[in-house]
């Protein structure tokens, strides 16, 4: 049981780490961007909110699978397949997880407004430094609801990490595949086990989600 929450807390962590660093650009582009293709990318992006899960799950092993055009290219490098691996686990939780970190920071980029920015352009600092040291550190309270959400997603995701991983043991056999096999094997106590550390890990995420709201909205 050890392994299984380490392991989940190990793809949860991975995960929210690349989606801060992938979503950044992103966001502030769907954020400051002026193209017309702004609400196709904003589709795609919040797609897997609507999309069932299994649905995507079954595109991702197809395209993961070891007669994917992606894995043809990677065959070279000795790579055959990322269906039913960590790694394939990671690229699945990083797509499923996507819009629970890009809307977040959006967000954040939004509220933003125009004036620091244009103040900072006034005093000279280029693009880079505008968003280094004003657009980010306002952003920050964005960063943390969209690291918190991210997370919780990952660790609660079971249709996509169910067809993409297959539940192997130290491998891609994360708490909630295994709370279904106890249940599966009529397992009940170790089910209400792992089942309760969810739903206190639940509790305490929203409970800070909505502490961080406040705080956000709270006068100065």
């Given amino acids: 049981m050890v392994e299984v929450v380490w392991l989940t807390l190990k793809l949860a962590t991975v995960v929210t780490l690349l989606l801060l660093a992938l979503s950044t650009p992103l966001a502030w582009w769907l954020a400051r961007g002026k193209s017309v293709l702004k609400p196709v990318v904003g589709a795609l992006v919040a797609l897997p909110i609507v999309l069932p899960p299994t649905v995507l799950g079954f595109y991702l092993l197809i395209a993961l699978g070891p007669k994917s055009p992606l894995m043809l290219l990677l065959a070279p490098f000795g790579v055959r397949t990322l269906a039913f691996t960590f790694e394939g686990l990671v690229i699945g939780s990083l797509v499923y997880s996507l819009p629970f970190a890009v809307q977040p920071l959006r967000n954040a980029f ?19 430094a505008t968003f280094w040291r004003v657009a980010l550190p306002l952003a920050l309270p964005g960063y943390a609801v969209a690291a ?73």
């Fill in 148 to 220: 918190l959400l991210a997370f919780a997603h990952t660790i609660g995701e079971f249709g996509v990490v169910m067809m993409l991983g297959g539940g192997i043991p130290s491998e891609t056999q994360v708490l909630s595949i295994e709370i279904y096999r106890l249940v599966e094997s009529l397992e009940w106590d170790k089910a209400h086990q792992l089942s309760l550390l969810l739903l206190a890990f639940g509790f305490l995420a929203a409970l800070t989600l909505l502490l961080l709201e406040r705080r956000r909205s709270a006068p100065a």
């Fill in 110 to 128: 939004m509220a933003i407004g125009d004036e620091p920015l244009e103040a900072a352009a006034t005093l000279g600092a280029g693009k880079a």
